[in-house]
């Protein structure tokens, strides 16, 4: 019998020893493509147990992560929820993201390649796991200015540092509590999305880079300038005929300037900054047909239109049309037609005049700092396009300035300040109401600011509300909350 | 047969002895069960720690009543069978207390209290367990009674078996037709205590008749084949497991029997025949029934083609076992920590997927402790076969020290994906009643006989 209970104890060794093989291939060989199977739920659970990094503008702390003591670990807190909502977006584990949580997430979870090293140290040190601190361009004091300035209007704003590209404020109105969709109660989450989809003024939406996009009215005028300059074949100072309408060639539709008469009161002749100053349509349809829509488009893509970028969230694409007949090139030349442009383009226009022709890439990360402060991303500041020359940036600049001191923008004015700017009151259909812009920058001569202002709606007074009365203001108090931090 | 031994003299010379030989093997024992208590009640504060962050007295409390009626066997052994292996006792000990602790841990996770926490459960079946084993010990003084009711045995056995089948006594729980019950609350799995007489009524039946069975027929393709009429045993055997299968939907239970069977019939005929014709037997019946019956060749399925979609989404396929898996994978090498996993997604974390379970929170390390202690255990099972001693009990230890080692071959081989699952007890760990009972008699039952096996340590019976 010994020899057959031999036998059978190297049976049982054998069964064993397949047992000691297959939990070591699944728990150390393979344990890394399990990890990975999306089927893995537990893969999902660990994310949540990661403090995700904070968001900071200024001093201010804008989104933070607070245990829950339930399975998520932590939720995301924004203490000036409505506030920030544009540049914070919203974090949920289970539901989905947007703003800066979505696309720095990489960094505020901790999974960034950036954070590898990181990551080892924090293994062997024990400690839990982090992500990394966001800090953002924006101001705080020119944020509330721009969100207390636009109160209950349906609009955005955004500022810009001319000199860098910095972004200083980004508001969209309605604003919404992001702190509404960071719980950890999916059905209430939910649900609390679902109600502000169906809200009253898309509040989700991120109006200064995406939705549906404006006409950029007269503030277009300002590309088209920059166009015909640039040519060499204009200057601030040459004539254009100045009738007080004008049919399209070829078409039976008939344009007008806003004064329904002539340029600047009378006069046969007009010179481009006057038509500037005062906002007219009439001669810069003249000179759009003259310089053709090619130049323009040119021009208009210089500054950043039909092409994408991210700032790090991706702004959706300013649109100058690729063909336009002459009709429609008239049109598009103070900003109607198919023209359509995101307040932050805008503001990128402004900014790019503002810094003498040299276009600064816009951006909203300052700094990213890891759990031990060391700095694993930061801003540098570069030139994203030369939009035009300094001469061209000056004269421009002079025709906004005049604008604002006596001309079509004189809400915008500061006591002491000069303030270069440029209005728009873009139609929409018919009977619609207009949209009201304001886009310009200050000091005209040192400009520390460049902002762009949208009022959506008529600012709710239909087609009564022009650019002047309704977003230029708005914009004053930016630049003034700028100057005077 | 074996020598006769010096302890079967006079009650006089055997009291005289206990008073004069220091029981060494006890005193092992002792110092071992004092660390099998530590790590048990260790476990239990490192999951409440680890769980909830606070310690809770109640469970410590119930955890020191079973090491006190282990105490107590360990008491009784002193007086009835002092000379019994030492390791047994303290393994399963620990075992024991490792499966409450997880037990506890996933009662935690899933908000289980009082007497619906499969925990407390668990350990009143614990105490129920020891006190079988206890009872066991002080009443079978001699395991060779036990030979006289070979066919008694036999016959309870498939009383046992039957038992699920009877209407209105049996319950269908996971698919499998193998409980009975009685009310809502007594609820019984007869096949666990039917594993032990059948193991005793083989050992009996082979000693008897092991002779005509080792006798050779003919040869046929080298191997010598036994004569036909022999062939009457394994077949019965063998129709009965076929039976299990089909009947009560249990492939588990029926390997466990067979392997047994097979292995035991080999060791007392020493013909390699009865293995080969047992493989052959079993694999063929197991092919047909994967073939014809649906739950078996969805077990097939499973298990060679776990991660494809379609079988993790069918009702009954393998997303229980991906998610023990992928429970495994996260503990890794170290684990997560008592109570820092995540082993409730799994389902049936506490009974089919304990090892899932414990190996998610304490990580490959874990598993190769609870593997070893296993082993160790199984050893010392065959160990005995290996002491002077009768031919019966050499057979009964070693079948019995075998079930156990098929069944965690069976269960960590299921989860692990070595072989298909197939739905059995992981021995002394996972929650369940029946099992605990039945696996703790066999430990009452393996001490009886290494207590009568060992040679002597002292006087002239020493070598």
Request: proline share 5%; charged share 15%; glycine share 10%.
């Amino acid at each position: 019998m010994k020899k057959e209970m031999k036998r059978v104890s190297v049976v049982v060794l054998a069964m064993f020893v397949a047992l000691f093989i297959s939990t070591s291939v699944i728990q150390v060989f393979q344990a890394d493509t399990l990890a990975a199977d999306p089927r893995n739920s537990r893969t999902l659970y660990d994310s949540y147990r990661t403090e995700r990094g904070p968001i900071l503008a200024g001093q201010t702390v804008i989104a933070d992560s607070v245990a829950t003591g339930d399975r998520y670990a932590f939720q995301r807190q924004y203490p000036e929820g409505e506030l920030y909502s544009a540049v914070t977006g919203y974090f949920n584990p289970t539901q989905g993201s947007s703003g800066v949580e979505r696309s720095m997430n990489d960094l505020l979870s901790g999974t960034s390649n950036l954070q590898f090293l990181d990551e080892i140290n924090r293994i062997i040190s024990g400690q839990p796991p982090k992500g990394a601190a966001v800090q953002v361009t924006v101001d705080p004091a020119v944020q509330k200015a721009a969100f207390d300035a636009l109160g209950d209007l349906t609009g955005s704003v955004v500022a810009i540092e001319p000199s860098t590209g910095r972004i200083l404020a980004m508001v969209s109105k309605p604003t919404y509590d992001p702190n509404q969709l960071a719980g950890t109660d999916s059905g209430q989450v939910i649900d609390n999305y679902n109600a502000l989809l169906s809200a009253e003024g898309d509040p989700l939406i991120n109006r200064t880079i995406s939705g549906d996009l404006n006409p950029p009215g007269s503030t277009f005028k300002l590309v088209v300038a920059t166009a015909a300059f640039e040519s060499g074949d204009y200057a601030p100072e040459t004539q254009l005929p100045n009738p007080a309408s004008y049919t399209l060639p070829g078409t039976n539709t008939t344009v007008f300037n806003s004064s329904r008469g002539p340029c600047g009161g009378s006069g046969d002749t007009v010179s481009i900054s006057d038509a500037i100053r005062y906002s007219c349509n009439i001669p810069m349809a003249e000179l759009g047909i003259a310089l053709g829509d090619d130049v323009i488009r040119e021009t208009a893509e210089r500054y950043g239109f039909n092409e994408d970028l991210s700032i790090p969230m991706s702004v959706e694409r300013s649109v100058y049309p690729q063909v336009l007949d002459s009709p429609q090139t008239g049109l598009s030349a103070f900003g109607q037609s198919d023209v359509r442009s995101t307040p932050l383009e805008m503001a990128m226009v402004s900014a790019g005049i503002a810094n003498d022709g040299e276009m600064m890439t816009p951006g909203l990360i300052d700094e990213v700092t890891g759990r031990n402060l060391e700095v694993l991303q930061s801003f540098e500041p570069s030139v994203m396009q030369t939009t035009s020359s300094s001469e061209t940036a000056d004269a421009i600049t002079d025709a906004m300035v005049a604008s604002v001191t006596s001309g079509a923008a004189t809400n915008a004015t500061i006591d002491g300040v000069s303030v270069a700017g440029k209005t728009g009151t873009a139609e929409n259909g018919s009977g619609d109401p207009y949209t009201l812009w304001f886009t310009g920058f200050a000091p005209a001569d040192d400009p520390q600011v460049a902002v762009a202002v949208v009022i959506e709606d008529g600012g709710g007074r239909g087609q009564d509300g022009s650019g002047n009365a309704l977003a230029a203001p708005v914009a004053k108090q930016v630049l003034e909350a700028v100057l005077n931090g | 047969m074996s020598a006769p031994s010096i302890v079967a003299d006079t009650s006089v010379i055997k009291t005289m002895r206990k008073l004069r030989i220091p029981q060494t093997e006890r005193n092992r024992e002792l110092a071992l069960l004092v660390v099998a208590f530590a790590v048990n009640v260790a476990m239990v504060l490192l999951v409440q720690l680890g769980a909830t962050g606070e310690i809770e007295t109640t469970l410590v409390s119930l955890t020191a009543t079973l090491a006190a009626l282990v105490f107590g066997l360990h008491i009784c052994l002193r007086y009835v069978a002092p000379k019994a292996d030492p390791l047994l006792l303290p393994i399963v000990t620990v075992l024991n207390g490792m499966g409450v602790a997880m037990i506890y841990r996933l009662d935690i996770a899933e908000g289980y209290t009082g007497w619906s926490a499969f925990s407390t459960r668990q350990i009143v079946w614990s105490a129920i367990a020891i006190i079988g084993a206890i009872t066991v010990i002080l009443v079978i003084r001699n395991h060779r009674v036990l030979f006289r009711y070979t066919y008694i045995f036999g016959f309870a056995a498939f009383v046992l078996l039957l038992l699920p089948l009877v209407p209105g006594l049996g319950r269908r729980v996971n698919g499998a037709q193998v409980w009975i019950g009685i009310g809502d609350f007594l609820t019984f799995q007869p096949g666990e205590v039917a594993k032990i007489a059948l193991a005793i009524f083989f050992a009996g039946y082979l000693v008897r008749t092991r002779d005509s069975l080792s006798l050779v027929g003919r040869r046929f393709l080298g191997v010598q084949l036994p004569r036909l009429r022999d062939l009457g045993p394994i077949v019965v055997v063998w129709a009965l497991s076929m039976g299990v299968i089909v009947f009560q939907r249990d492939l588990g239970t029926a390997l466990l029997y067979f392997g047994m069977f097979t292995v035991m019939i080999y060791v007392a005929t020493g013909r390699l025949s009865w293995v080969l014709i047992g493989l052959g037997l079993f694999g063929g019946g197991a092919a047909i029934a994967s073939q014809s019956l649906t739950y078996v060749n969805g077990r097939f399925n499973n298990w060679l083609d776990a991660f494809s979609q379609e079988i993790y989404d069918a009702q009954g396929g393998s997303f229980q076992l991906l998610q023990g898996i992928f429970g495994l994978a996260h503990g890794g090498l170290v684990g997560t920590g008592l109570g820092q996993g995540r082993p409730a997604i799994t389902p049936l974390a506490e009974s089919d997927y304990i090892i899932a379970s414990l190996g998610e929170e304490l990580g490959l390390a874990g598993i190769f402790a609870i593997l070893c202690l296993y082993l160790v255990f199984v050893g010392r099972g065959i160990r005995i076969g290996f002491l002077d001693g009768d031919d019966f009990g050499k057979l009964l230890a070693l079948g019995l020290a075998f079930t156990v080692a098929l069944q965690v071959f069976i269960m960590v081989g299921g989860v692990t994906r070595v072989i298909p699952l197939t739905g059995l007890t992981t021995p002394f760990l996972a929650a369940g009643g029946s099992s605990l009972v039945a696996n703790w008699i066999i430990v009452a039952l393996l001490l009886r006989v290494s207590d009568s096996a060992r040679p002597a340590r002292s006087g002239e019976a020493s070598s």
